[in-house]
């Protein structure tokens, strides 16, 4: 009889073995669509948050009514 840790290590292995390890994602390898201006991330490297950075910014036109 195996105990539970042996047991856990035994379907983790089995586990690894059947599932292929993900390659890893590199999101700024994207193409920039048509008509963005990319990102300058050295510029951006100061910048202290936890989710991903902008890729490229869009121009858009934007109209405010003023009441």
């Known amino acids: ?15 690894r073995t059947r599932i292929p390890a993900k390659e890893s994602f590199d999101f700024y390898a994207l193409p920039v669509p048509a008509g963005a201006i990319p990102t300058d991330r050295e ?3 100061h910048n202290n948050t936890y989710g991903l950075l902008p890729l ?11 009441s």
């Not at 035994?10 to 586990?15: G, P, V």
């Not at 490229?56 to 003023?66: G, K």
Request: proline letters at 0%.
């Open 56 to 66: 490229f910014y869009v121009d858009s036109l934007v109209s405010q009514r003023f």
């Open 1 to 15: 009889m195996k105990s539970g840790k042996q047991r856990r290590t035994e379907i983790m292995e089995k586990r």
């Open 43 to 45: 510029a951006l490297r």
